[in-house]
Every structure is written in C-alpha cells, then in structure tokens.
C-alpha cells in the first residue's frame, strides 16, 4: 500500500511540474489572446468544441468510475456468477450513437463556414510575402502597377488598422507555413502556388509569429512580427520608406566613416543584398543563393528586428519596453547587429557552404571594418515607426 501511495505521489509531481512547465510561455507567440476578427472565429471555435470534449471528459470518467465502484465485486458474490447481459440492449446503443452525431454535426455545422470564410481574400490593400530559408520578406505596390517593388521590407510586416489586409503567400525554395497566432491561423507556403490569406487588427500593437512547417536547420529561427500602426502612423511609415533612400545616398557624401563602409559594403555586401537607389546589382535571381534573394537592406534601420526577426534591432527593457537615450532616441543594439556582420552563422545556424544564410567574415573584416560597416549600415532608413 505504502508503495502505491510514494508511486502516485510521484506520478502527481510529475503532472503537476508539467502544467508548470506549460504555463511558462513568453507570451510573445499566443493563441489565447486574439485581437484581429479571424482569429477571434477560431479562438471562440476552439474553446467551444475545448469545453465540449471536457464535458464530454468529465461525464465518461464519471459514468466509469460509477460502474467500477457500483457493480465492483462484493464479499459473498459468487465468482461464477455473471452480471446481467445488456448486449442488443436498443435504448442504450440509440443513446451512445445518437449524442457524439449530435455534437460532431453541431461542430461540422459551425466550423466549414468558418474554415471557409477564413480563406477569403481580404478586400483591403494586397501585400506580398515571400518565405524562404530562414526568413519572410514583404513588399509594397504602393502605385498599383501590379509589380511590388515600391517598399521591399523584412521581418516586420507594417499594416495600417482596421483594414482587411490581402497577404500573397509565395515560397521561393521548400514549403514554409505563416502563422501571426494573434491575427489569424496558418497557412502553408508552397513553392509554385500563391496563397491568399486575410489579416485584421484594430488595435495598434506588434503581433509576434512565426514559421509553423519545419523548413531545414533554422526553421525555429523564422520568425516575423506584425506592426499594426493608426492610419496616420502607417502613412507615416510609408513616407519614411519612401525617403529612406535619397537621405541614405546624401548621407554617403558625408563623413568618411560612411564612406568608407559604403566601400566595404560595395566589396563585400552587394553580391548578396539589394539598398535600393545605391546598389541595386544583386536584384533579384542574382544574388548568390539558393532562394535566389537576401534581405533588402533599403531602410534597415526602420526594422525593429533583423535575422529573421531573431535579434532586436534596438534595445529593449526587461518587460520589452524599447530604451531611449536621453535625447528620446531609441538605441541601436549595435553589439549584436555588429556581431551578425562579422560572423553571422553563430549567431544563427544557416548553412552558407550550401547558399543558405550569410557567410562567416570574422577572417575577412577587421574591428574598424566593422566601424566603418556598423557606420554605413546606421544611414540606412529612420527608426521605426512605432505602435
Ligand atoms: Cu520556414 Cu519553417
């Protein structure tokens, strides 16, 4: 007896540290906290069709564990003795046939609308999304000539609110799957076919996600984040982007830092990655790839994030309040961004022998190469433009 009690003791510890462990989530990715009209459909779906099976749970643990104590065997009872036989018996069979068809139907009734309104295509502005290994691009047709080249961004996906947001889903190498918990659910990415999918906030705020198939080494390094911005903040943004590139070419005619990194970038950068109005050699296909493209470096300082989203690109307090210098300016993680120059496949695993991620320059560019780089790469765009 002793020992069964230490065993339950034991297997109840272990439950319990696993519900700890499982409430320990970041908070960055949650389902749980829909704020767009999508995800909200599916987060009130899945709790119906939850609380469904846990009652369903509970009234089947309860009917068992009622048989075992009632019909258990008592002293006296003859052990040849069998219970009376309820085989055929028509009222019970009707009863557990008939309640699991009334609730599935009830589901099916409920969740093929849904699933089918989800695919809809938004009718607000469409925005191009590309997954490739490891990271998501999108871009902009601002003047609606069907070509998406007017902003070409990374990681931060900018929408305005309370618009129905069209994402063209493309995959330039294996397939990939987006998901912004907060916005809506997933939705593959496959290489040769286009994906429409709809998001809505309207609420400002930035909304973490991530790639939810697995797509090689760094799939778990994928990530994205939505900036949902106040019309005014989104034509903002938009007017930066568009402003980013002629204040980046003036600010080459200045200091010889920048100069000078600009050099460097044009020796050892360009083969790969696009500032578009500068360097505009490695568009598209060029690049040295497998996936054919690099991130688009065109206002890189306007991201709040770089390496797919897996570094900030400004410093951030312990709640992930974004720290500003005494001037009110945000502060560049310059640390981590110089880093990633100089040796980035430790800082995220890619696979560069292969054309999949950037190369390792820690034997290519000594510390005032990387001051000159850090120098140049610092005129590219304004600081974001934040919820
Ligand atoms: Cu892309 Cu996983």
């Not at 960055?28 to 119906?48: N, S, Y």
């Not at 930035?206 to 790639?211: L, S, V």
Request: charged letters at 20%.
């Amino acid at each position: 007896m002793g020992i069964r009690f230490a065993r339950c003791g034991r297997v109840a510890a272990v439950a319990l540290a696993g519900l700890i462990v499982a409430g320990c989530a970041t908070g960055r990715l949650d389902a749980t906290k829909p704020v767009g009209p999508e995800a909200r459909d599916i987060d009130v779906l899945m709790r119906v069709s939850g609380w469904m099976a846990v009652g369903v749970g509970i009234f089947v643990a309860a009917a068992v564990g009622t048989i075992i104590v009632k019909f258990r065997a008592k002293p006296g009872d003859d052990p040849d003795d069998l219970p009376p036989q309820i085989h055929g018996n028509r009222k019970a069979e009707l009863t557990w046939t008939i309640i699991p068809i009334v609730l599935l139907v009830f589901l099916t009734v409920w969740t093929l609308p849904t699933v089918f309104a989800l695919a809809r295509e938004g009718d607000g502005r469409t925005i191009k999304v590309e997954g490739q290994q490891w990271w998501w691009q999108f871009s902009y047709d601002l003047d609606e000539d069907g070509q998406f080249d007017d902003i070409v961004t990374a990681n931060d996906l900018v929408i305005p609110t309370g618009e129905d947001v069209n994402l063209e889903l493309h995959s330039n190498d294996v397939i990939h799957s987006f998901w912004i918990p907060q916005l809506n659910g997933k939705r593959d990415v496959v290489p040769g076919r286009v994906h429409n999918w709809r998001i809505r906030s309207d609420e400002p705020g930035i909304f973490y996600g991530e790639c939810v198939e697995f797509c090689g080494l760094s799939h778990a390094n994928m990530q994205m984040r939505t900036i949902v911005l106040t019309p005014e903040d989104f034509e903002r943004w938009k007017q930066d982007q568009l402003d980013g590139q002629a204040a980046a070419r003036a600010a080459l005619a200045q200091g010889s830092a920048v100069a000078a990194g600009a050099t460097l970038f044009e020796t050892h950068c360009i083969s790969c990655h696009v500032v578009d109005g500068t360097y505009e050699s490695a568009a598209d296909g060029n690049a040295n790839l497998l996936a054919g493209i690099a991130p688009n470096l065109t206002n890189l300082m306007s991201r709040t994030a770089f390496a797919g989203a897996l570094y900030e690109t400004y410093l951030q307090g312990p709640d992930g309040e974004y720290l500003r210098d005494s001037g009110g300016n945000l502060v560049l993680n310059i640390a981590e961004m110089r880093e990633w120059v100089r040796n980035a496949p430790e800082m995220k695993p890619a696979r560069a022998d292969n054309q999949q991620g950037m190369l390792d320059f820690s034997e290519v560019l000594t510390d005032q190469d990387l001051d000159h780089l850090m120098a140049y790469l610092k005129t590219l765009g304004s600081p974001p433009v934040l919820p």
